[in-house]
């Protein structure tokens, strides 16, 4: 059965309307082509990568020549470039997310998206997906350092797997986090600064944990592991691959996600 | 088929629409006809399954739009009010993104089909953002029509064009009426009269009146007002009138031009038979009596001019919402 029903002949059409049948359709893959196209089409989205790659190729310049000075075997680190990207991750994150749902809600188009037989998780998934994929994009371009490196020294290749798989795992979680604010408002760049504030206080949360764990240290060892570092910096980076922090990202993309879709759920009931 | 049934919409305590209930049937247009605010949004967002309805159930092509909100929205094709659309995508490109998260088979042709169907094919590869405001009504439409539905729902479709691009939308409702159940809100009195086989009038969440617009004029007869005309000294016909049983008062309208207006006491009351024996008797030369509303427009304010009488009545002077309602009428 098909919905290719000729319209000239109303009396036809009406009776093939009554029990159209649509082709399998997997709408999140629509939502997520289109929301990739967009930012291959953004120049946005090029000029983040462009000030991404310019801010870690100067890092990784110093890097170098303070490392080459220092003569020391400390060169082929390269959990570094994927621990900085991770680091600028509240930057770049919230600018990747931000138009997301705020754009949508603001022009109306949230509308048309939630009358059309789909879920609403569907949707966010594909966007999600989406911009998780440009951020691949963006830290398989920082292999580049990983290339110099290993032609000027023997950097090791389970801890860059580790760092490379940890800063996409990260990159995932950090974008899902950003979604929930970019769905709450439909200013974009109030949802870019929330994202952004959001980012860094799960990055500092090792730093608070500092603060706290003489006078509670249950309460510290708890805040730390909640935070961001605490399952990047000193284990993934380092080459360390944990199920405990493998599942800490991968929850919290869940978690984030499934956080969005309730937001977007009550935001039509509020309508 | 549209079967609507008590449904309320409640915004906290605002209600905004207040157990709506009528149906619309195949091959049929049915206007949906009330002033800015009056709640058809609302109702028209909850049976395309956008919105939940506070209580009260609606069915749309069988199916109900609360718990089978899915087995809906595949049958229902929606013009929202504000014509949403991606600007940066092309016309062709949006019905593309559309039919394939519908899941529409053989979605490029069917775009190509339903451009044809409203005319903007020379502008598939368009972008939106370069489209006039009529063309993009258009894509709205194209949208709505790509997965074929059997049920139309269409928000103000004529807002905001130029008098020929509203000539040809209302020819194309009608056209697209004859095989769908369409449903199109509007609050051009004389769009709703010229276009739809039934109109549901909807003021302040309620439904004030509903049929063809052929049997909402002929009720008018009954509980409206009246106007008549003698051939000189109106005073004097109005104050024989005013004695009248079924009669709450005849005055004389300078905007009507000498003629005299009657309210009947009684919503269900027509008094005319009795004027019209009383003044022929009394040897007054009687040019025209007549319900005051003959066009649609008429009977709109009719009717939301005898339900803001009823509420100040039921209400007293409780509330002071109740001011806006009287200037209108």
């Known amino acids: 059965m098909s919905v290719m029903t000729d319209q000239s002949t109303p009396h036809q059409s009406h009776v093939l309307s009554q029990d159209v049948k649509m082709g399998g359709s997997v709408p999140f893959w629509a939502v997520f082509k289109r929301e990739l196209g967009l930012y291959f089409r953004s120049p946005v989205a090029y000029a983040i990568a462009f000030a991404m790659l310019f801010f870690l190729g100067v890092l990784f310049n110093g890097y170098l020549s303070q490392a080459l000075d220092a003569q020391a075997g400390v060169l082929a680190d390269a959990g570094y470039m994927p621990f900085l990207l991770t680091f600028l991750l509240f930057l770049i994150a919230p600018l990747l997310t931000m138009r997301l749902l705020a754009e949508e809600a603001r022009e109306g188009t949230l509308e048309v998206l939630m009358t059309l037989p789909m879920h609403e998780g569907q949707f966010i998934i594909g966007k999600f997906l989406a911009a998780w994929a440009y951020y691949t994009v963006l830290l398989l371009l920082t292999l580049v350092h990983f290339l110099v490196l290993n032609s000027i020294g023997t950097p090791d290749m389970g801890q860059t797997f580790g760092a490379y798989l940890g800063a996409w795992l990260y990159g995932g979680a950090v974008i899902a986090v950003c979604m929930i604010w970019t769905a709450v408002t439909e200013d974009q760049i109030i949802a870019a600064f929330l994202s952004a504030a959001t980012v860094l206080v799960l990055y500092l949360a090792d730093v608070a944990a500092l603060f706290i764990t003489n006078t509670n240290p249950q309460l510290a060892e708890f805040v730390r592991e909640l935070g961001l570092s605490a399952h990047y910096g000193s284990t993934m980076a380092a080459g360390i691959i944990r199920l405990e922090d493998i599942l800490y990202f991968v929850f919290m993309i869940i978690g984030a996600l499934f956080i969005t879709t309730r937001i977007v759920e009550t935001r039509r009931w509020r309508a | ?329």
């Open chain 2, 1 to 329: 088929m549209i079967e609507v049934d008590n449904l309320t919409k409640r915004y906290g305590e605002v209600a905004a629409v207040k157990g709506v209930s009528f149906t619309a049937q195949p091959g049929q247009v049915t206007g949906f006809l009330g002033p800015n605010g009056a709640g058809k949004t609302t109702t028209m967002r909850m049976l395309t399954g956008y919105m939940p309805p506070t209580s009260g159930s609606a069915k749309v092509a069988g199916f109900d739009v609360f718990d089978q909100s899915m087995q809906v929205r595949q049958r229902v094709g929606y013009l929202a009010e504000s014509v949403p659309l991606y600007r940066d995508m092309t016309a062709r490109g949006y019905l593309m993104y559309v039919g394939e998260i519908r899941g529409v088979r053989n979605v490029g042709r069917r775009a190509d089909e339903v451009l044809d169907r409203v005319g903007l094919i020379d502008r598939a590869h368009s972008r939106i953002r370069t489209l006039s405001k009529g063309m993009r009504q258009r894509v709205g439409l194209a949208q709505a029509l790509l997965h074929n539905p059997p049920v139309l729902i269409l928000d103000e479709p004529t807002i905001g064009l130029d008098p020929y691009q509203v000539l040809e939308l209302r020819s194309l409702v009608r056209d697209l009426g004859r095989d769908h159940t369409l449903l199109f809100s509007t609050h051009i009195l004389s769009e709703a009269e010229q276009v739809c086989d039934k109109v549901v009038i909807i003021n302040q969440g309620e439904i004030t009146a509903q049929g063809s617009p052929a049997e909402l004029r002929h009720d008018m007869a009954r509980g409206g007002r009246i106007l008549m005309r003698v051939q000189s000294d109106p005073e004097a016909a109005a104050e024989l009138v005013r004695e009248l049983p079924g009669v709450e008062s005849a005055v004389v309208d300078p905007v009507m031009d000498g003629g005299i207006v009657i309210t009947p006491s009684g919503v269900n009351s027509d008094p005319r038979t009795v004027i019209a024996d009383t003044i022929i008797g009394k040897g007054i030369k009687l040019v025209e009596l007549r319900p005051l509303a003959v066009n649609l427009e008429e009977i709109f304010l009719e009717f939301t001019r005898q339900q803001a009488v009823n509420e100040i009545a039921a209400e007293a002077a409780e509330q002071a919402s109740a001011d806006a309602e009287t200037e209108s009428a």
